[in-house]
């Protein structure tokens, strides 16, 4: 009962956030959640759009957050009906394996993004069915099965598919042969935001971000816990007030950690020892973007941070994309990158916040964190639209 409990009111959670039901959680006139009008600005940098392509069916209200995932020179991508692999360079499709309905009329379903290395991509599903492909060709290699919904990206590398499922248990899998070998779990809050962060991996472990807003260290050969660190303690009068979601993976620099919380907090943490290192009143449940000197977040009200990563202190704040339910920051040489709720791409200025270009990639929102990679950004919109972009002075 409790399981149901909590997947109805993370969707809650996750519809509330979109322009469709603005009136939900709005006053009476349902004007306080419509997104900030875009700003008027005088551009100063060109975003060009290198190459287009599509996915497949979209995943829509899924609430998955998918994202592209890039690697060796290729970009890999799922839909809700496929997964595929496009040249990096040219967007060119090198192949495609369709979610094709087996002999019992069953299929697979996939509900979030793509992990990629050790040779395989690896997609869950809404039924907690796991595939692996072969990165080169998209063969099937093995599949597996875990107890609930799979959103978050599986990690993998170093002879390992690591898999997070929405109920607070990560699963480890052989990466040659699916076999499972081990599961870590943590309880989960009864109100949480729908979706998770993938594990990642370090060596010889992994670091896995919590709905309670803590981070764990565990180990890669048992999944034994090595250590946990609170990013955000999940306080407050009622279940909306404690939520506290890490649902970014973390960034890991040097021996250095970068993480954020729904709740508000940014934390720097020493990797080896979970020591932290400082800790910001600013964030968001998604990814940090790293710079050279600082990160990048962006918080629930889509105010968006740049942060010192020497002492975390705040280096400014673009508060001009309220209410426009940003995607995760990412850097793109000296700009910062979101994407929002109608299909904008926004580059502010690295050193200042400032508007420098903005382009529409598409007419869905865009919920996942683009990925930039050998100076390109690509990016997905939960209309399965993909696309590749560069931007330059």
Excluded at 244 to 271: C, F, H, N, R, W
């Amino acid at each position: 009962m409790r399981a149901g409990v909590i997947l109805l009111l993370a969707s809650v959670v996750a519809l509330a956030g979109c322009s469709t039901v603005s009136g939900w959680f709005a006053g009476r006139n349902g004007k306080q959640l419509q997104p900030a009008p875009l700003t008027d600005f005088t551009p100063t940098a060109k975003a060009e759009r290198v190459w287009s392509a599509s996915v497949g069916e979209g995943e829509a209200r899924l609430g998955a957050r998918q994202a592209p995932a890039v690697a060796d020179g290729r970009v890999y991508a799922a839909g809700t009906d496929g997964v595929g692999a496009w040249d990096l360079q040219t967007g060119k499709q090198v192949w495609r394996h369709e979610d094709k309905k087996d002999k019992d009329g069953h299929r697979l379903g996939i509900a979030g993004s793509p992990g990629v290395g050790d040779g395989l991509v690896v997609v869950g599903g809404p039924e907690g069915d796991v595939l692996a492909l072969d990165a080169v060709t998209g063969a099937e290699k093995w599949k597996a099965k875990v107890g609930t919904e799979v959103l978050a990206a599986p990690a993998v590398g170093q002879g390992m598919v690591l898999v997070r499922s929405i109920d607070g248990r990560v699963t480890a899998f052989d990466a040659a042969s699916g076999e499972r070998r081990w599961f870590w779990e943590k309880e989960t809050p009864t109100l949480t935001v729908r979706g998770n962060g993938s594990p990642l991996l370090v060596p010889g472990g992994a670091l896995i971000g919590n709905d309670d807003g803590s981070l764990t260290a565990v180990s890669l050969a048992s999944g034994g816990q090595l250590w946990e660190q609170t990013v955000s303690s999940g306080e407050g009068r009622n279940e909306l007030d404690r939520m506290a979601d890490v649902d970014g993976t973390p960034v890991l620099e040097g021996s250095t950690l970068y993480a954020s919380s729904y709740k508000g907090q940014t934390m720097a943490i020493d990797g080896p020892s979970g020591r932290p290192l400082w800790s910001h009143d600013a964030g968001g449940a998604g990814a940090v973007g790293v710079g050279p000197d600082r990160v990048v977040v962006s918080d629930p009200r889509g105010t968006v941070w740049a942060l010192a990563k020497s002492d975390g202190s705040a280096l400014w704040q673009q508060a001009a994309l309220a209410r426009r339910n940003l995607s995760a920051a990412v850097v793109q040489g000296n700009y910062a990158v979101v994407g929002d709720v109608e299909g904008y791409l926004h580059w502010l200025r690295l050193e200042d916040g400032a508007f420098a270009a903005r382009a529409k990639a598409g007419k869905e929102p865009i919920r996942g964190q683009p990925v930039v990679a050998d100076g390109l950004l690509v990016v997905q919109d939960t209309g399965g639209g993909l696309s590749a972009w560069r931007v330059s002075p």
